[in-house]
């Protein structure tokens, strides 16, 4: 691994690097904070994925969540959203696909499928390289908004026993169903719907073996809430099922920064709670 950078926050040390990758074939790059905790003791883990066109960096420079995170004695990392330097056709055409757009699934339609393995990265490859390489335990917790949200949960839905709790932001909850997961999914994983179904978290509630409570928050006046987000699936799937279920609809909230900074201490209390049951 190289270091990147290394700043102080709110008693501990936010680190960047760059390591090489198995899972996607290249270099990938992560953030990790790691609270003053840390320096005398290992600490739980609060993995965040990120949404369309972000990097490890959104999310450190703008949700706010250090000072929580370091009264809690949390770790954070912020692993990218797709790989990087690939060039394939169509990769760098749109926001909503290729590059800044990984969705979290293993790609099986070619070219993709060479390196778009973001799911393998995020739930078994980076897990593997921190608990190694930093004071952490193997207590693990997700988190993320938009198309990091659909990511969190279906990491969390896919994985029973792995992580300790979920929580996401204006998640893309039903990508089988709308527009963004239509157009990854088609391009990732082919024309087949039905395989789809295994990286939606709607689908996968159903079938769930460990019914793990789930924390969402909606701003109302998010602009993508309607086509693109669809709660009311997410609402609909667990009531049918019995799956625990807290969606906080947040009137007046957008789909910024500005809305995950309001209420990312809730999320990191949510998560705190369950790393140190």
């Known amino acids: 691994m190289e270091l990147l950078s290394s700043t102080k926050v709110s008693g501990g040390w936010l ?14 790059v992560f953030a990790i904070f790691l609270p003053a905790q840390a320096e005398s003791a290992n600490v739980p883990v609060l993995y965040w994925l990120s949404g369309l066109t972000c990097t490890d960096e959104n999310f450190s420079q703008k949700a706010g969540a250090f000072k929580k995170a370091a009264e809690q004695g949390l770790a954070i990392v912020m692993p990218d959203t797709s790989p990087r330097g690939t060039d394939y056709p169509a990769e760098h055409e749109s926001y909503d696909f290729g590059s800044g757009a990984g969705f979290y699934v293993n790609a099986t339609v070619a070219p993709y499928s060479n390196t778009y393995h973001m799911y393998d990265y995020v739930v078994k490859e980076l897990p593997t390289l921190v608990e190694e390489h930093f004071p952490v335990t193997d207590k693990r917790s997700i988190s993320g908004h938009s198309m990091g949200g659909h990511g ?3 990491c969390a839905l896919k994985n029973p026993g792995r992580y300790q709790s979920v929580s996401a932001f204006a998640p893309i909850t039903n990508p089988t169903q709308c527009p963004w997961g239509e157009k990854a999914f088609t391009g990732y994983l082919g024309d087949d719907r039905e395989a789809w179904k295994a990286w939606d978290a709607c689908e996968l509630i159903a079938t769930a073996s460990e019914r793990l409570p789930l924390l969402v928050d909606q701003g109302e006046a998010d602009g993508f809430l309607e086509e693109q987000l669809k709660p009311e699936a997410l609402e609909q799937a667990c009531e049918k099922v019995g799956h625990p279920l807290t969606l906080r609809r947040q009137s007046g909230y957008d789909h910024s920064y500005f809305f995950i900074s309001s209420f990312i201490d809730d999320h990191l209390e949510h998560h705190a709670q369950a790393l140190k049951a």
């Open 15 to 28: 680190k960047r690097y760059r390591h090489e990758s198995l899972s996607v074939k290249g270099d990938m």
């Open 152 to 154: 969190a949960l279906i």
